[in-house]
């Protein structure tokens, strides 16, 4: 589930809270990797969740508006799909500003966190995982550097990019299932710490 660019954007506090949640980030994540519907069954299949557990989450997502029931008939399991867009990824629209919604992102920030974590620490535990070469499949790092106008343009365009290919619904000739989790944050200098001795009042 990534961030910050106008294809299917949720602005509203309330469905950013729905979201705060890492199994529901991991529903409606799921959900887009099967082309945008997916009965609980095949969730439970993909995320390795018993299917009782995940009905309770499913109708949550409902009432909020983020997911659907699909039409179907008598006697055939339930599929559910992505409202709007069907597999295009969430996207969340940042409105700062009393009436906004940036308490809600910070909870969403920290389970998308969570969820990253997981998904690496599971990883990290997988027989089967490349490690090196141009088919590397686990990263996990942090960096930061000063950048220019024209490099955050890059770096934008960049982390689209890496989205889009990293939001492919399932189809012949893509095997491997990936997740992928980015933050990017500008870093404002915190002032100097004051010692003691600057003070004037002596160490004990």
Same mark, same amino acid.
């Given at each position: ?53 995940? /009905? ?27 409202? +709007? ?8 629209? /940042?409105?700062?500003?009393?009436? +906004? ?15 990253? +974590?997981?998904?690496?620490?599971? !990883? ?6 490349? $490690? ?7 990263? !996990? !790092? ?9 490099? $955050? ?8 990019? $890496? ?36 003070? +004037?009042?002596?160490?004990?």
């Amino acid at each position: 589930m990534d961030q910050g660019f106008d294809r299917r954007q949720i602005a509203d506090p309330g469905q950013i809270r729905v979201l705060s949640s890492p199994v529901r980030q991991e529903i409606v994540d799921t959900l887009a990797s099967l082309g945008g519907r997916a009965s609980v069954a095949e969730l439970a299949q993909q995320l390795g969740r018993p299917a009782d557990g995940l /009905y309770y989450h499913v109708r949550v997502l409902v009432r909020a508006g983020l997911i659907e029931a699909v039409p179907s008939s008598e006697g055939e399991e339930r599929v559910y799909r992505l409202c +709007g867009e069907g597999d295009q990824p969430l996207r969340l629209a /940042y409105r700062p500003g009393p009436q +906004g919604n940036l308490a809600a992102l910070k909870g969403f920030a920290r389970s998308l966190l969570q969820v990253a +974590g997981s998904d690496f620490e599971d !990883a990290l535990h997988a027989r089967s995982v490349a $490690l090196t070469g141009a088919r590397r499949e686990l990263w !996990a !790092a942090r960096n930061k550097g000063w950048v220019s106008p024209r490099d $955050l343009e890059e770096i934008n365009a960049l982390i689209e990019r $890496l989205n889009t290919l990293a939001s492919q619904p399932a189809a012949p000739g893509r095997e491997r299932i990936v997740s992928f989790a980015f933050v990017l944050a500008p870093i404002n200098p915190r002032p100097k710490r004051r010692s003691r001795a600057s003070d +004037g009042r002596s160490s004990p």
